[in-house]
């Protein structure tokens, strides 16, 4: 099975071989990391020049722990993704980047570290090896100069190739990175895939901690207890400080009505928190260190020269233009498979990827906004009001076209500013709606009402809107 070049295919420039992917030594991947701090520190602190002289130095041997096949290998992308010379720290051409969080216990590798097999639990092992707890599929650029992030809930059912129908989450523990990246882009229309990256769970907790922790609001109360993995979660709802472990713990909870979906949302707030408050210049050049920290927690085919240019692409990124999607889908309902999962919508898919990946479908898509008449708009309520507070905002929109609205669960988060979620990636919908409502944040991102396309979490600067729509006529 061939994967589709798409990624690549978008720009032609910078086409140049990589070098062998060996596997190194121990020397020189901690000389590749000596050369990676220096290489961080230029982009914010050297000038062109001095860059060029880094770049010289920057080796091109991939910071892989895992050793890849040939035909595994071919899985990816070749092509060069980063200039050369006085451009080695500039993204060239549109990348897709897969990446893996992975959760692995003693009896999910064939040879457990020695000191788990007496203990009277089952401890995270630093491995590789396990299932994919989290999936995401990043595409850095430079044309449109935006990031986009698509989830990919681990419960989804798709084929994987030589195993059957399975849920995705397996594909890793069937045939690694390389059958993760097939899987990926078969289920989502042929996608190309560039490069990925795995990080295992005990690297999460080490590198929030070494970015100094991460501001995020806990949307409730969150307590859970598994004994025989010593998994212990304990957060109180509010906005707060978390260290490395406290925010593992936001991270890994999924034992609510939503499961793994509410577990995605939150994922993608800790993720835009931690963008806010790391991708800077000052934070970049910390960067080395940090990672430095979590190095052997994590396995990819990224050449330290292609981390830096990814880093100094993320910095240079307007945060609106950060996306975060999730792959459209369903939850299975009750007996309708021997398993719980998430089923795959497939035009939402080829939507979603003819709009925001540039993959062409087979059905002619609609790039503007959709009619409003279409929409699912849910309002969700952040200032502690009742309902009736809500009714010009429902008349304005009802004034505008809009009939399908109703008002879901309450945002628990207070807000200043209304967010404008893009819940289905649409973010043209939302921004007419953010023009008809004439206030309010757009925001592409997957962290409103499951059922809606478009979730108005209400902030309080509609309290200060309200009184003008309330003047307005009613239609």
Known sequence: MTIQRSSAEENQSG?????????????????????????????????????????????????????????????FDSDRISGGVLRFSELTRPVNLLVMGMSVLPPDIQNPPPETKNLKYLPQVNSFDGLSDVMLLLKFDPETKKIIMLSIPRDTRTEIEGYGVKKINAANVDGGPALTAKTVSNLLGGAGIDRYIRINVLGVAKLIDALGGVSVYVPKDMKYQDDSQHLYINLKAGKQHLNGDQALQLLRFRHDELGDIGRIQRQ??????????TLNPATVTQLPKVLDVVKDHIDTNLTVEELVAL??????????????????????????????????????????????????????QQVTATDPHSLRVAIQDSTGGDRSNLRPLIRALEKSGYRNIYVAKAWG???????????????????????TLGFGEVRVESTGNLGSDISIQVGQDWLQQKSILEKSPTP
């Open 413 to 435: 988060e207070p807000l200043d500013v209304t967010h404008i979620v893009a819940q289905q990636g649409d973010g043209d919908s939302a921004e007419s709606i953010r023009d």
């Open 15 to 75: 086409k140049a071989s990589k070098s062998s992917k060996r596997i190194p030594s121990h020397n020189s991947k901690s000389g590749r990391w000596l050369w990676f701090w220096v290489g961080m520190s230029g982009i914010a602190m050297v000038s062109a020049t001095a860059g060029a002289l880094l770049a010289v130095s920057l080796t091109s041997t991939p910071l892989q722990q895992a050793q890849l096949s040939p035909q595994e290998e071919a899985v």
């Open 311 to 364: 880093m100094g692409f993320g910095v240079r990124t307007n945060r609106s233009n950060m996306q975060m999607l999730m792959l459209p889908g369903r939850f299975s309902e009750k007996g309708e498979f021997d398993a719980s999962y998430w089923l795959p919508n497939k035009n939402g898919i080829a939507k979603l990827m003819a709009q925001h990946f540039g993959l062409e479908s087979d059905q002619e």
């Open 268 to 277: 993608q707030m800790v993720i835009r928190a931690l963008m806010d408050q």
